[in-house]
């Protein structure tokens, strides 16, 4: 069975005050390396779809300036990644600038909505403000065409996909599932969060095929016993 992995990471660093969003530098570098050793292929997420071979993608969300020495490293080893940026603080200190963004060579963007709102948001006009306008202002200042939506918090419930299809091909949740492009819908592609509370054997259990089976029988069990399973 092929894997086809999108990994999701927030701040990599090695400040641990809050473990969900942090992942130590060593880890990042060795997980990574781990994956090309794996004889996985790097792909930028407007190619994976394409491809029947085994890749993964690395994407990071938010675009803090926390995120430097991660980007640094991809950039040295010349690794395709994404980065989801909030068109609204982009101006923002604690936030990447747009002579920093416009300057990396392997970097893919997306949206990753206007404000960050909680895609909860029960007013059409609000989400498609988020959609829009979040695409329409980094195209602006970054260049280059913006394909790919990645939902502020995963969640995707109240968004309407008609809408999403007009301005992008494509948008990311948090399902944390490899990907298979015969089940998954291309508005809802899912990743895995990676964070502090992996070790290094949790993570290379989570990107084997055994760990993707384990998360869909899990999924299934809880959505027909009428659980949640993170609010999807």
């Not at 991809?74 to 923002?92: F, H, M, T, V």
């Not at 995707?156 to 990311?172: P, R, T, V």
């Amino acid at each position: 069975m092929s894997r086809k992995i999108i990994l999701t990471y927030h701040k990599i660093t090695n400040n641990n005050h809050d473990n969900y969003l942090n992942t130590p530098i060593s880890f990042f570098i060795q997980q990574i390396n781990y994956l090309l050793e794996s004889a996985l292929t790097p792909l930028h997420l407007e190619n994976l779809l394409k491809e029947n071979k085994d890749w993964f993608l690395v994407t990071i969300d938010d675009g803090l300036v926390e995120s430097r020495d991660w980007i640094s490293f991809l950039e040295k080893k010349g690794i395709p990644y994404g980065l989801a940026i909030i068109a609204s603080k982009i101006w923002q200190p604690w936030f990447l600038t747009i002579a920093q963004l416009k300057s990396l060579k392997f970097a893919e963007f997306y949206s990753h909505s206007l404000t960050h709102s909680k895609s909860k948001i029960s007013d059409e006009a609000i989400l498609f403000k988020e959609i829009s306008e979040s695409k329409l202002i980094l195209e602006n200042l970054l260049k280059k065409e913006i394909k790919s939506y990645v939902y502020p918090y995963g969640e995707y419930k109240n968004y309407n996909i008609k809408i999403l299809k007009k301005h992008y091909q494509s948008a990311l949740s948090l399902l944390p599932f490899h990907l298979n492009s015969q089940i998954n819908h291309a508005y809802r592609l899912p990743r895995i969060n990676i964070h502090w509370w992996y070790s290094f054997q949790k993570f290379k259990f989570l990107v084997s095929s055994l760990w993707n089976l384990y998360l869909h029988l899990a999924y299934l069990k809880r959505k027909f016993s009428g659980q949640s399973y993170l609010k999807y």
